[in-house]
């Protein structure tokens, strides 16, 4: 396992970060869509994570009503001390008119709900899980950097910003002298390269680390979709994120090439490694409900891409390119003439 530090903190989390949106009891809509896992399931799958070297755990007020924390907080215990623990605020715990958001009101109140949840004192990495069009961002800022100042947060990130957001939020916490965003948890995978058009060149120029999350694109780039088999698990009922099916058919051809040329690898730990040796990628976040996934995902750590097993897996998944991104880049002394004649 490899850490690396989360932006321009002094924090070093696991390359692996292990999301826990699977844990989950009850009757809880969400619980039960994500595949309700219970407390001896959820303790297995923390230990296996740990013995492997993760350090870097990511939960939600939101995950199963606020049961995903209780789970984690009770499965690591006494080795909570030793390692980084990230949840967020946003999605609404009730239906009152202020329960959904990241006003001072709502942050101040989820954040004693996460805590005593999680059985701790302080969060290591607070996350705003989405952008809050109805509450000013300076707002949200004075709010967290109260936090950070009562010793209850740490670090704070954000997930789910556009990259215009991104720098509006960290320009106000200059301005102001409060504590700026550290990181970014986004949606990335080989059948959703969005990122890379500005989200990611962001985050590289503010300083902010990057959590992936749906690294496998909901199961999708697991191996088990293909042209011939629309496979099982939860994208059977659950097709998120949404994905190009022939497009990703395509890709999942060429990872299943490159596994079978790496002795008994996965079509799922190849799409992983993809994500580690990417410019910009902090840590990818992985979970499950079998404890099989969890260790078959960790073994990404161990797998080296050659340059051409990249190049062919960067050019049957790469995005075309996107105004202003196919304008042609100028450089002094350029021939004008000839540069319209080339496009022309």
């Given at each position: 396992m490899?850490?690396?530090?989360l932006g321009h903190t002094g924090l070093y989390v696991s390359e692996i970060c292990l999301g826990t949106m699977t844990f989950g009891e009850g009757d809880d809509p969400m619980s039960q869509l994500m595949g309700a896992t219970g407390m001896a399931g959820?303790?297995?799958?923390v230990d296996t994570a740990i013995d492997a070297g993760v350090?870097?755990?990511d939960t939600a007020n939101g995950y199963s009503a606020g049961r995903s924390e209780e789970m984690l907080g009770k499965a690591l215990g006494a080795r909570r001390q030793d390692v980084v623990v990230a949840t967020k605020v946003y999605f609404p715990a009730g239906t009152g008119m202020n329960d959904l958001?990241?006003?001072r009101v709502?942050?101040?109140?989820?954040?004693?709900?996460?805590?005593k949840r999680l059985g701790t004192?302080?969060?290591?990495?607070?996350?705003?899980?989405?952008?809050?069009?109805?509450?000013p961002l300076e707002e949200t800022l004075s709010a967290l950097d109260d936090l950070i100042r009562a010793g209850k947060v740490r670090y704070i990130g954000v997930s789910n910003f556009t990259a215009w957001q991104m720098a509006k939020a960290n320009g106000i916490a200059e301005r102001l002298g409060l504590e700026p965003f550290c990181s970014v948890q986004a949606?990335?995978?080989?059948a959703g390269r969005e990122l890379e058009r500005e989200i990611l060149p962001a985050a590289l120029d503010l300083g902010m680390g990057t959590m992936i999350w749906s690294p496998l694109a909901g199961g999708f780039l697991t191996g088990k979709f293909t042209r011939e088999n629309e496979?099982?698990?939860r994208r059977v009922n659950f097709d998120f994120p949404p994905v190009d099916k022939e497009r990703g058919y395509a890709i999942v051809d060429v990872l299943s090439d490159i596994a079978t040329a790496h002795e008994r690898a996965s079509v799922a730990r190849v799409a992983l490694a993809w994500l580690l040796h990417q410019e910009g990628v902090t840590s990818v976040i992985i979970g499950g409900r079998k404890i099989e996934q969890i260790e078959d995902n960790l073994l990404a750590c161990d797998l080296e891409l050659s340059g051409d097993e990249l190049a062919r897996i960067d050019e049957v998944s790469r995005l075309a390119p996107e105004y202003p991104g196919w304008f042609p880049p100028l450089e002094r002394g350029t021939d004008m003439a000839e540069m319209i004649k080339d496009i022309s």
């Open positions: 490899r850490y690396k530090p959820a303790q297995k799958i350090n870097f755990f958001g990241v006003s709502a942050i101040y109140r989820e954040v004693e709900r996460s805590l004192d302080y969060i290591d990495l607070y996350q705003v899980h989405s952008f809050d069009p109805t509450t949606y990335y995978s080989l496979g099982e698990g």
